[in-house]
């Protein structure tokens, strides 16, 4: 096993990274699929990647192929595409956008089903096994533990993010029970920085509510009293750190292989958004200074506008959150990773290295800003009340 090529997509992003650092580490040779305009520019990215996971001396060992997912074949020549199909032993695809915001849907269903839909055709007949990652949320507004099975037809969508992440586990699956590949669908929840250190490579989800809690904890931001927040303190955040979701992958493919199954890698103790602003608060001082409620009311300050429009897409997610099965999953780690408790002193661990890269990302300007132009109130629809995304069985052509 340990001289198998795998190819990797989606190697520098916020898994992908972590999916590489471990093939590296477990004696796989990589390679790779970079949009740089040239191989030396998509080798710096791999370097600087690599530091961050802790050990960019391996970048050297990692082939590098001039590409892109969202064209047919890969945009690669036929003879170039049929070496790589005939020397690749397994594929992890983890190249997606997760944009939620709704000005880049058209983005996301290019990036994410088109993406998948050539790989699947390039893959097909080819005896590659196929790991695709995918999303936990997949599950869409579903009440109760959610299986690791089918996302059902009918199945509503919080945003274009979720649902493209349905269409593509359809056509993996389609395409494992026709038998043109075989596979596994791997499913996680929302992943943060790497356990040991807090490294990510750059900043989204939970991190919008610790930029603002360091935002106000460092002055650039100040209350007007108790500032408020649209959220439910017995809703969860499945939060799953990046390392330990690419060794839970890593784990998955040579305990079981192309099983044809689907795995949540998700968390089975759940820090309570309780958990989260008690932290906060003493983080803040201890006065209780943040606090949760189910409507803001017709008067939000100033700060609390601000809030709001930064966590706006996440809305549903601070209100509910499925729980989810881990049947497949726990099975097959076999109690190899134990996740420990993901409390108050991890959260430090997240926001320490978030401010040590001045939450800059790793290759782009920083990630989220906190604007000094504060717009004009409007509450927000609640989760029942949104135009819900409706799977639909789209063909890409």
Same mark, same amino acid.
């Given at each position: 096993?340990?001289?198998?090529?795998?190819?990797?997509?989606?190697?520098?992003?916020?898994?992908?990274?972590?999916?590489?650092?471990?093939?590296?580490?477990?004696?796989?040779?990589?390679?790779?699929?970079?949009?740089?305009?040239?191989?030396?520019?998509?080798? =710096?990215?791999? @370097?600087? $990647?690599?530091?961050?996971? *802790? /050990?960019?001396?391996? &970048? %050297? #060992? !990692?082939?590098?192929?001039?590409?892109?997912?969202?064209?047919?074949?890969?945009?690669?020549?036929?003879?170039?595409?049929?070496?790589?199909?005939?020397?690749?032993?397994?594929?992890?695809?983890?190249?997606?956008?997760?944009?939620?915001?709704?000005?880049?849907?058209?983005?996301?269903?290019?990036?994410?089903?088109?993406?998948?839909?050539?790989?699947?055709?390039?893959?097909?007949?080819?005896?590659?096994?196929?790991?695709?990652?995918?999303?936990?949320?997949?599950?869409?507004?579903?009440?109760?533990?959610?299986?690791?099975?089918?996302?059902?037809?009918?199945?509503?969508?919080?945003?274009?993010?979720?649902?493209?992440?349905? =269409?593509?586990? @359809?056509? $993996?699956?389609?395409?494992? *029970? /026709?038998?043109?590949? &075989? %596979? #596994? !669908?791997?499913?996680?929840?929302?992943?943060?920085?790497?356990?040991?250190?807090?490294?990510?490579?750059?900043?989204?989800?939970?991190?919008?509510?610790?930029?603002?809690?360091?935002?106000?904890?460092?002055?650039?931001?100040?209350?007007?009293?108790?500032?408020?927040?649209?959220?439910?303190?017995?809703?969860?955040?499945?939060?799953?750190?990046?390392?330990?979701?690419?060794?839970?992958?890593?784990?998955?493919?040579?305990?079981?292989?192309?099983?044809?199954?689907?795995?949540?890698?998700?968390?089975?103790?759940?820090?309570?958004?309780?958990?989260?602003?008690?932290?906060?608060?003493?983080?803040?001082?201890?006065?209780?200074?943040?606090?949760?409620?189910?409507?803001?009311?017709?008067?939000?300050?100033?700060?609390?506008?601000? #809030?709001?429009?930064?966590?706006?897409?996440?809305?549903?997610?601070?209100?509910?959150?499925?729980?989810?099965?881990?049947?497949?999953?726990?099975?097959?780690?076999?109690?190899?990773?134990?996740?420990?408790?993901?409390?108050?002193?991890?959260?430090?661990?997240?926001?320490?290295?978030?401010?040590?890269?001045?939450?800059?990302?790793?290759?782009?300007?920083?990630?989220?800003?906190?604007?000094?132009?504060?717009?004009?109130?409007?509450?927000?629809?609640?989760?029942?009340?949104?135009?819900?995304?409706?799977?639909?069985?789209?063909?890409?052509?």
């Amino acid at each position: 096993m340990a001289s198998e090529r795998v190819l990797i997509t989606g190697a520098t992003g916020i898994l992908g990274s972590f999916v590489l650092a471990k093939a590296l580490e477990e004696g796989y040779r990589p390679v790779v699929l970079m949009r740089d305009q040239s191989v030396a520019e998509a080798r =710096h990215r791999l @370097q600087r $990647v690599l530091a961050l996971t *802790g /050990s960019p001396e391996e &970048a %050297g #060992a !990692i082939e590098v192929i001039r590409s892109d997912v969202r064209q047919r074949f890969f945009n690669l020549p036929p003879g170039e595409l049929a070496r790589l199909c005939s020397s690749i032993h397994l594929v992890i695809h983890c190249a997606a956008s997760v944009s939620f915001e709704s000005n880049q849907d058209t983005l996301v269903w290019d990036t994410n089903v088109r993406g998948t839909h050539n790989l699947l055709e390039i893959l097909t007949d080819a005896q590659v096994p196929l790991y695709y990652v995918s999303t936990a949320y997949v599950a869409g507004a579903h009440d109760g533990v959610r299986q690791e099975h089918t996302v059902k037809n009918g199945t509503s969508f919080t945003n274009v993010y979720e649902r493209s992440k349905a =269409h593509c586990e @359809q056509l $993996v699956r389609e395409s494992m *029970g /026709s038998g043109r590949i &075989a %596979g #596994a !669908i791997l499913r996680p929840s929302i992943i943060v920085g790497a356990l040991k250190d807090g490294h990510i490579v750059q900043f989204l989800n939970f991190y919008g509510f610790l930029r603002i809690v360091d935002a106000i904890a460092t002055g650039r931001l100040r209350p007007e009293g108790v500032t408020r927040f649209v959220m439910a303190p017995a809703c969860t955040k499945n939060l799953v750190p990046a390392d330990w979701t690419a060794d839970a992958i890593w784990h998955i493919i040579k305990r079981e292989g192309p099983s044809g199954r689907t795995y949540h890698l998700t968390n089975d103790d759940p820090p309570t958004q309780d958990d989260i602003f008690q932290w906060a608060n003493t983080l803040l001082g201890g006065n209780m200074p943040l606090a949760m409620v189910p409507d803001l009311g017709e008067r939000p300050t100033r700060l609390e506008r601000v #809030a709001h429009m930064q966590l706006r897409t996440y809305l549903p997610y601070m209100l509910d959150e499925t729980r989810f099965d881990r049947s497949n999953t726990d099975r097959a780690l076999d109690g190899a990773l134990p996740l420990p408790c993901l409390r108050g002193p991890f959260f430090d661990l997240l926001l320490e290295y978030a401010r040590e890269r001045q939450w800059k990302r790793l290759f782009h300007d920083p990630a989220f800003l906190l604007s000094d132009k504060v717009p004009a109130f409007s509450p927000l629809p609640r989760p029942a009340e949104a135009a819900a995304c409706t799977h639909t069985n789209v063909v890409v052509t």
